[in-house]
């Protein structure tokens, strides 16, 4: 079966809370419709035993592999440099204080 995967030109990486208090980050194409499939509790097992989510942070990107290492990078970040990232600092900031480079 020779399936092309179509790419959009807009993909996303966010950080959602959880109800608990705990951040879940992920990388989609379509932010509205991971939103909504992650409160119906379809998109992570992370988040499904953590209802409900919100949007916490996002960062908007033209091509894919920029925002999955962006994805990548944020998944090595402690807690309160993801907050930092929630409260309005910016990504590449929060990466080299932090020492990660994105590949």
């Known amino acids: 079966m020779n399936r092309k995967i179509k790419r959009r030109d807009r993909y996303f990486v ?14 989609t194409n379509d932010l ?3 939103l909504k499939r992650h409160n119906e509790g379809s998109a992570s097992k992370y988040t499904r035993s953590r209802l409900p989510v919100k949007l916490a942070w996002k960062k908007e990107y033209s091509q894919f592999q920029p925002a999955f290492k962006a994805e990548i990078a944020i998944k090595q970040l402690t807690r309160l440099q993801k907050e930092s990232l929630v409260k309005g600092r910016r990504l590449d900031i929060v990466l080299a ?3 990660i480079k994105k590949r």
């Open 97 to 99: 204080d932090a020492g």
């Open 32 to 34: 509205d419709r991971r």
């Open 14 to 27: 966010y950080i959602v809370e959880c109800s608990d208090g705990t951040y879940y980050t992920g990388y």
